[in-house]
């Protein structure tokens, strides 16, 4: 079985590298990573580009459709309010989440956003492996912006 948590941190560790919050994510289909992302909100001065939404773009670039059905995401840190309307809107089926967000995590740390009963699709999601790895990364890196 494919360690699709392990590839997510490795983009995680790209944007570390490019003194980005490290957070990394892949977009798997029908057992394959159809994209990547990693946040890159400061080098391109872009609130919207989280690791999330850049995978997003990309798997719709992908398989030429915003709708991306029975893919699952697996991102290192718990989604925002932001990357969670786009996981919404997208139709994606299933999110895996490393680290919990008790700041603004809104898939079970603050909020549960996509359990909504008004919300027409709801993926599934879960927390993974990894996520003391993931949140010693994100420590790490805060502490060395001190």
Known sequence: MNDYMREALKEAYKAYKKDEVPVG???VWNDKIISRGHNMTESLQDA???AEMIAIKKASR???SWRLEDSTLYVTLEP???CAGAIYLSRI???IYAAKDPKSGVLTSRENLLDKDWLNHKP???QGKYSQFSG????RFFKKLR
Not at 136 to 139: E, V
């Open 25 to 27: 994510a892949v977009i």
């Open 48 to 50: 919207t580009l989280h």
């Open 62 to 64: 992908y398989l030429k």
């Open 80 to 82: 925002c309010v932001m």
């Open 93 to 95: 089926k299933k999110v």
């Open 124 to 126: 599934e999601y879960e």
């Open 136 to 139: 010693q990364l994100l420590k």
